[in-house]
């Protein structure tokens, strides 16, 4: 593997815990864990593997719509890709926007507007969790908006297909991890929530920064340089296992 893709892999995986940390996504959690597996918070702790089931056909619903968008926003990279220098340099540009919204920096109404896609009522059984999970991903704004924004634009520099599945699968996977666990141990993650609720906030500032310096390196093109000092300080045998 590559020393940028796996820089841009790790900023897709950190994208997505920090997508389901954000202040609209994390106090829903116990919600959803409800909603998609139809039990009680009580039942949930009794019935975990049931938990556990609900829980992965939700987030494999996220997850195919994330690589719907994926190849789409690689196919226009691709159309765009006649002089990559510009579109990573715009690419770059659009990044830095998003992180200076979520900084605090601006209030950009179209990213502020709600964008959920409510359903009263789940359809019934296994199904109606993956469709939950496509509803999801194809319709919560601003919460995870401006974070997938950025790791679609940097797919769409990549212009490679399989790179830039492989980076909106990161990124699902980044967003899935936490939500399995917390679905699995409700009790614990319901105390962990009420105690650094306040945080939160922290959540968005981190995101923000975050994508501010990915786009500085996007627009000058240190990327690669910055990469390639980063699997400077990898060892040798961890190097040799990527």
């Known amino acids: ?42 039942d949930v702790q009794k019935s975990r593997h049931l938990a556990l089931a609900h829980a992965l056909l939700f987030v494999a619903g996220f997850t195919l719509v994330f690589l719907a968008m994926g190849a789409t926003a690689t196919a226009i990279g691709r159309m765009l890709g006649y002089n990559r220098e510009i579109v990573s340099r715009v690419g770059g540009v659009i990044v830095i926007i998003l992180g200076l919204y979520l900084l605090g920096a601006f209030n950009f109404v179209a990213l502020a507007q709600e964008r959920r896609i409510h359903i009263a009522n789940k359809p019934i059984g296994y199904l109606g969790s993956l469709l939950v999970g496509m509803a999801f991903a194809a319709g919560w704004t601003p919460c995870i908006g401006p974070i997938l924004g950025a790791v679609l634009t940097y797919t769409a520099s990549s212009a490679d297909l399989n790179r830039g599945l492989a980076l909106l699968l990161t990124y699902s996977l980044g967003l899935a991890l936490p939500f399995v666990v917390a679905a699995l141990m409700i009790d614990r993650f319901i105390v962990v929530f009420q105690r650094y609720r306040g945080a939160m906030i922290w959540t968005s500032r981190i995101a923000g920064g975050l994508l501010v310096v990915v786009g500085v390196l996007m627009v000058a093109d240190l990327m690669r340089v910055v990469s390639q000092w980063l699997a400077g300080l990898t060892p040798e045998l961890l190097r040799s296992r990527l």
Do not use: K, Q, R
Request: aromatic share 12%; net charge negative; with cysteine.
């Open 1 to 42: 593997m590559g020393d940028s893709a796996s820089v841009g892999f790790a900023i897709s995986f950190a994208a997505g815990i920090l997508s389901f940390l954000s202040p609209c996504v994390l106090p829903l959690v116990p919600s959803y864990v409800t909603f998609v597996t139809g039990l009680s918070l009580e």
